[in-house]
C-alpha cells in the first residue's frame, strides 16, 4: 500500500492487489441480489474480508495525481464483449476479454505516489453514500478525475475492478 492522503493508504494495483495475479475482473461495488453467482464478487465484501474498505473517489483521484497519460493510453485493440457471459462473471470470459496490459510491461503508468492507477480497470469508489466508477481504464481515453455514476453498485462487465483502502492509523497498526 502507498498512501493516497495523509489520512488514508490504498492498494498499488487492484484488488487482488498483487503483481503476480491480474485483477479481478466483473467486479460490482455491492453483491448481486440474485442466486446464480456463487463467491465474493463485491469490492464492499472482498475489502471488509481482509479489514480493509473500498476506496473514496477523493482518495482514488489523490493517488492517481502525477500518472503521465502519454505512458497510459488505450494500449491494445478493444473487442465487443458477449455479454450474457460477463453477467454470469463467466472466468473464461473475463480472461479472453481482458485487454488490461501486464504492470510491468509500462513501468512508467504510474502515479507520483507509485500506485498503478490509470490503463487497467473501471474501478469501484464511494462517492458519498453512493458509488462511482473511475475512467482510468484501457478501453476508452484514461483519466484521473473523471467519475461514471450511471451505473448502479450491483452493475459489473468485463473491465470492473476495484482496490481496497485503509485508513492511516490502521496501516501503521499492521506495521507495528
Do not use: F
Not at 39 to 52: F, Q, S, T, V
Not at 113 to 142: D, F, I, P
Amino acid at each position: 500500500m502507498v498512501e493516497a492522503t495523509p489520512t488514508a493508504c490504498i492498494e498499488v494495483l487492484q484488488y487482488p492487489g498483487s503483481a503476480d495475479m491480474p485483477p479481478l475482473l466483473g467486479m460490482s461495488a455491492l453483491p448481486e441480489s440474485h442466486i446464480r453467482v456463487t463467491g465474493r464478487w463485491d469490492l464492499d465484501g472482498l475489502c471488509r474480508a481482509r479489514g480493509r474498505r473500498a476506496c473514496t473517489a477523493t482518495e482514488w483521484k489523490r493517488a492517481c495525481i502525477g500518472t503521465p497519460r502519454q505512458s497510459c493510453l488505450p494500449l491494445l485493440k478493444y473487442r465487443a464483449p458477449r455479454w450474457g457471459k460477463v453477467r454470469d462473471r463467466n472466468a473464461l470470459e473475463l480472461v479472453r476479454l481482458n485487454q488490461y496490459p501486464d504492470p510491468d510491461e509500462y513501468p512508467g503508468c504510474v502515479s507520483l505516489v507509485g500506485a498503478r492507477m490509470m490503463g487497467a480497470t473501471q474501478e469501484w469508489v464511494r462517492v458519498g453514500n453512493g458509488w462511482a466508477l473511475t475512467a482510468g481504464y484501457w478501453s476508452r481515453e484514461a483519466s484521473c478525475g473523471d467519475l461514471v455514476r450511471s451505473h448502479a453498485p450491483r452493475w459489473h462487465d468485463y473491465q470492473t475492478s476495484g482496490r481496497c483502502c485503509l485508513d492511516r492509523e490502521d496501516a501503521i497498526d499492521l506495521l507495528l
